[in-house]
């Protein structure tokens, strides 16, 4: 991978921001200071301070806590949701593109279905009839996210079924399944990766809206979304709550982002 | 000719069969609801007699094929039945809701593309520039921020700060119709601005991969300023491709007023799809989705047909 200063910067910016998130992340596995349910008469709405350094919400949680474990559910669901749309993403593209035909057709109707439904919507439905649970938040934003990278497989996979060595296998008689995960699987990395990075960042935004609304991470949890829900009411007096909390959700993103970028970037060579 | 003809065709056959599809789905989710339907709408202090009249009324003792045509049947002709929580037919609660979400999805797409278009013109002349980069890191940052989020900075902003805006007022079209726009205003913006990150960026890289062409070299050695190489060259072509991302972006639009309505409180579609969600009103919610989902469906056409339009390969079935 050739690599030039801009899409270098790229991977500096974007690793910077991954680590503060990533941080985060394993420090609240271990440790917080307070717990994130611990409420406290005494200190409601604290600003900033040596004590609460993201300071406290309407019930004196401690802010800073919270941010700590709400970034294990982020991480949890944008990771998962996106593995499982991998796969069958994955298997929906490469089974379309290589045998092409009526498989390819049907495959690529039942995608565009699935597409016709507002990303949101499809997880709405999925809470309302099996419940507001995390796991059906992950697998209703899975199926919604399948098709993207189902098309990008099909796609490559398409354009890599005139090379010489695929045609190769398949006149050695290889069996097809192997030739889709062996031959041309491996050869889509580059392809992909940029897709399954904004995936991640668009799963996040997803996830957070769904616990925003009160569907999605359930209390006594603690998540980015929920958080700015509750604080909603007190915007005016106590802009904290709704800063810090939003900031680790930019962090994140921005972070995904910047890398995308570096990958683009340094996979084509470097140039734009 | 003939051809046109043709793949006139068959875009029509796939989008009545992703109609169709699409339907099914709608109908499919709320079949496969986990124990008895009836019973889990009531909730479990309802009495026997109560679950099964619902059941009658909802016609769930009738085979599975039957209720799905039935009632596909009446959701074409409008009729999603009456809603469960509010009485009225779901028809009418969707009609009445409907100038706050469309309208809103409206002046976001406007927004959009007034936006988005000049700014990846200015970028796409001097790729590199300081100019396009700190053009491209506000649309990053941009994309970065959740909607919901957005909304609550520019609520404070524009209300505590500047008070010229307050959240949760809302007027009707009929009453007063420049009021309506100027409600919908500020909650457009907060769904618009992300989108505009991600079409600017598609914009971007699709003119300046337009501005290396040979034609573009041409009409520079000809002599025709940057302004009429931009609008009669670069811009139609890749007017081609970006009918394709705004019709992505619009799904992505009416999506983000879903949840950007609960910000500003204003009776939209999303707030009667909570409520249904919440209430467990299953035709109502059925109605909502089957609703929003046609609306794309019908949307994607649009955009596939204005490209074969605009763009003579597709036209004559070249590269169909």
Redesign the interface.
């Known amino acids: 991978m050739r690599s030039s200063t801009?899409s270098r910067r790229y991977l500096y910016t974007g690793g910077i921001l991954l680590s503060i998130v990533l941080a985060f992340f394993i420090l609240g596995l271990f440790w917080t200071p307070y717990g994130i349910n611990e409420t406290d008469a005494a200190s409601k709405f604290l600003a900033p301070c040596a004590e609460h350094i993201f300071g406290t919400d309407n019930l004196g949680r401690d802010v800073f806590s919270r941010c700590l474990v709400a970034a294990r559910y982020t991480l949890l669901v944008s990771f998962t949701g996106v593995a499982y749309a991998l796969v069958i993403g994955t298997l929906a593209g490469l089974i379309a593109g290589y045998n092409g035909g009526i498989i390819d057709k049907i495959i690529m109707?039942?995608s565009?279905?699935?597409?016709?439904?507002?990303?949101?919507?499809l997880a709405?439905?999925?809470?309302?009839?099996?419940g507001p649970s995390l796991f059906n938040v992950i697998w209703a934003l899975g199926l919604v996210f399948a098709p993207t990278f189902a098309r990008v497989y099909r796609t490559s996979t398409i354009e890599l079924l005139g090379r010489d060595y695929i045609l190769q296998a398949k006149l050695m008689g290889i069996h097809p399944l192997r030739i889709m995960f062996v031959h041309i699987l491996p050869n889509l990395m580059s392809q992909v990766l940029p897709a399954v990075i904004i995936g991640l960042?668009n799963m996040t935004?997803f996830e957070?809206?769904m616990s925003?609304?009160g569907?999605g991470v359930q209390p006594p949890a603690a998540s980015y979304?929920k958080m700015?829900?509750d604080?909603?009411s007190y915007?005016?007096s106590a802009?904290w709550l709704?800063i810090f909390?939003?900031l680790m959700?930019?962090c994140y993103?921005?972070g995904l982002?910047?890398i995308s970028e570096w990958v683009r970037t340094s996979v084509k060579g470097g140039s734009? | 000719m003939g051809s046109a003809v043709r793949t006139a065709l068959i875009k029509l056959c796939?989008f009545l069969?992703?109609a169709l599809?699409?339907s099914f789905?709608t109908f499919a989710?709320?079949a496969?609801?986990?124990g008895d339907t009836a019973r889990v709408m009531l909730g479990p202090e309802a009495s026997e007699e109560q679950v099964e009249a619902l059941r009658e009324e909802l016609g769930l003792n009738e085979p599975l094929a039957e209720r799905y045509f039935d009632w596909l049947g009446n959701a074409f002709r409008g009729d999603f039945g009456n809603s469960l929580s509010f009485g009225n037919p779901v028809g009418d609660l969707i009609a009445s809701r409907l100038p706050v979400t469309l309208g809103m999805s409206l002046i976001a797409l406007i927004f959009v593309v007034a936006v988005s278009f000049p700014m990846a013109a200015v970028c796409s002349r001097n790729?590199?520039s300081i100019k396009d980069k700190s053009l491209s890191t506000a649309g990053?940052?941009l994309?970065?921020?959740?909607?919901?989020?957005l909304s609550?900075?520019l609520?404070?902003f524009f209300s505590?700060v500047l008070h010229i805006f307050t959240a949760g007022r809302y007027t009707a079209p009929s009453d007063n119709f420049g009021a309506y726009l100027v409600s919908l205003l500020l909650p457009s913006l907060c769904i618009a601005l992300p989108k505009v990150a991600m079409t600017f960026k598609f914009l971007r890289?699709s003119m300046?991969e337009f501005s290396q062409g040979d034609f573009v070299r041409t009409a520079k050695s000809h002599g025709l300023s940057d302004l009429r190489i931009m609008l009669k060259h670069i811009i139609p072509n890749s007017a081609v491709s970006s009918v394709t991302v705004i019709s992505l972006v619009l799904?992505?639009i009416?999506?983000?007023s879903?949840?950007v309505e609960?910000?500003f409180n204003l009776p939209g579609l999303g707030r009667l799809?909570?409520s249904?969600?919440s209430r467990?009103d299953?035709p109502l919610?059925s109605g909502i989705?089957f609703y929003?989902?046609m609306m794309?469906?019908l949307l994607?056409f649009l955009a596939d047909v204005i490209s074969a339009m605009i763009d003579p390969r597709i036209r004559d079935g070249r590269a169909a």
């Open positions: 801009a109707i039942f565009n279905g699935i597409m016709c439904f507002p990303g949101i919507l709405l439905v999925a809470v309302a009839v099996f960042a935004l957070s809206g925003y609304l569907l979304g700015l829900s604080a909603q915007m005016v802009p709704i909390p939003t959700r930019v993103i921005l982002y910047f734009k | 796939e069969l992703t599809l699409v789905f989710a709320f496969i609801i986990p790729p590199g990053h940052i994309f970065a921020i959740p909607p919901f989020a609550m900075m609520i404070l505590k890289a300046i799904s992505d009416m999506g983000g879903l949840i609960q910000v799809l909570l249904a969600i467990r299953f919610l989705v929003l989902a794309t469906v994607y």
